[in-house]
């Protein structure tokens, strides 16, 4: 297992098109996380996965948002009716168990125009 | 919520000296986790540290070590010897272990520091 895997790398889309993200997580990790980060800023909790539960989605996450992890393996989250103000890079990142930090991706970088 | 406050936009460093930087905490909460990541240009983010709250001893991974002031909700990160791959964004991160509070099983991040470390 060679760590967290997301697809694609980059996605340029144009305003008002759907967008899906897929993240592979470490296949014995548990718990799988989205997270946004813009420019030159720190990362922000978008949602979180135990198993396929969704167990917290953030208020950032508007209505054009939504994540899945069928079978509590891969997950995908998809943004619909993009907004320029969606640009942004989309990590995902998984753990095994509480408090012992997470293994990140290396993001799907999303730009709307 | 807990919030994570890093002061120091950016900092610089000479090849092999030290420098430290500066992480402040705010919570209320006795369980939580603090964690330094580090993220190169175009890289993915990686873990460097990691300290348990009820652990009084400051965590050390080789050339990085914290200075973890539980009274002042102060984590400072220390790097050692710098080297040229040490130049990076870093993150100061809280996670919080205290079931059914806000911020329970997810990390909250600071601003982030640039580091420039120069030959």
């Known amino acids: 297992d060679t760590g967290v895997s997301q697809d694609p790398r980059h996605k340029i889309t144009k305003r008002g098109q759907n967008v899906t993200f897929r993240c592979d997580p470490i296949s014995e990790h548990n718990r799988l996380y989205w997270y946004r980060q813009t420019l030159g800023q720190g990362p922000e909790f978008l949602t979180y996965f135990q198993n396929e539960a969704q167990l917290e989605k953030s208020r950032l996450l508007s209505d054009r948002f939504s994540a899945e992890r069928p079978k509590g393996s891969f997950s995908t989250l998809e943004i619909q009716r993009t907004e320029q103000g969606d640009s942004a890079m989309y990590l995902c990142?998984?753990?095994?168990?509480?408090?012992?930090?997470?293994?990140f991706g290396s993001g799907t970088r999303l730009t709307v125009v | 919520a807990q919030t994570v406050t890093q002061s120091q936009p950016e900092m610089s460093v000479q090849e092999a000296e030290t420098v430290t930087l500066s992480c402040t905490y705010d919570t209320s909460e006795s369980d939580y986790y603090l964690f330094w990541y580090k993220q190169p240009p175009s890289r993915q983010m990686i873990l460097v540290i990691r300290?348990?709250?009820?652990?009084?001893q400051n965590a050390t991974e080789n050339r990085f070590s914290v200075n973890f002031q539980k009274a002042a909700k102060s984590f400072s990160l220390k790097i050692s010897d710098s080297q040229l791959g040490d130049a990076a964004m870093y993150f100061c991160?809280?996670?919080?272990?205290?079931?059914?509070?806000?911020?329970?099983?997810?990390?909250?991040f600071g601003q982030g520091t640039i580091l420039t470390v120069h030959p």
């Open positions: 300290q348990e709250a009820y652990k009084q």
């Open positions: 990142a998984s753990s095994l168990a509480m408090g012992y930090g997470y293994t």
């Open positions: 991160a809280y996670f919080s272990g205290n079931a059914g509070g806000t911020s329970y099983g997810k990390l909250t």
